[in-house]
């Protein structure tokens, strides 16, 4: 069984349908909750530090884009440990306030509130590679895998995917990724287990 934390319209629920996983859903937003219920088995409209979460339940537990919009996440991530089942599987992705775009922005005095992004007005953390293991590992999950991801080049430039320069500009982006991922990497993605 599967939680998805901070399930939005239920993107993952609608991926999953039919794969014979069972998944649970948690999000604040109450539009989104609605349509996001149908595609879940149990489904709690309310934050997750407001969820009754069933002790030892999940096998597998989602925080896509989660913690950074939260007062206490380490409170949070203690809360999701408990409602995992030992060893459980834990898939946590945080914007990378490291990437270089925001290191030259604090060079030149800039520290902008954006609407999207990893400098967006609802963030209340802003997390480095370390500082996110670090936090991770304050809740008691072992760290298995760490990714680096490149800036989301699709939602940039709109339409561009089948343009030369897009397909250069995404190349040139996975090397920098590859090669120098605290400097280049847009988020990072945490794969870690719960205490056994």
Not at 106 to 123: A, Q, S, V, W
């Amino acid at each position: 069984m599967t939680l998805d934390v901070g399930a939005a319209q239920g993107i993952l629920g609608q991926l999953l349908q039919g794969s014979g996983l069972v998944i649970d859903g948690i999000e604040p937003n109450t539009e989104w909750a609605e349509l996001a219920k149908p595609f879940y088995r149990q489904f709690f409209a309310t934050t997750v530090e407001g969820a009754q979460l069933p002790d030892g339940t999940y096998d597998a537990v989602v925080c896509a884009d989660v913690l950074e919009h939260l007062p206490d996440p380490l409170t949070v991530l203690k809360q999701l440990v408990k409602a995992a089942k030992p060893g459980a599987t834990f898939f946590i992705s945080v914007p990378n306030i490291a990437h270089f775009s925001i290191r030259l922005m604090l060079l030149f005095g800039y520290f902008p509130k954006m609407e999207r992004g990893i400098l967006d007005r609802t963030h209340l953390q802003f997390l480095t590679r370390d500082t996110a293991a670090a936090l991770l590992e304050s809740a008691g999950l072992s760290i298995e895998n760490v990714y680096a991801t490149g800036v989301p080049l699709e939602e940039v430039w709109k339409g561009g995917e089948d343009k030369s320069l897009f397909k250069l500009i995404r190349g040139c982006q996975n090397l920098a990724v590859d090669w120098m991922p605290r400097l280049a990497g847009f988020q990072w993605i945490f794969q870690a287990r719960s205490p056994a």
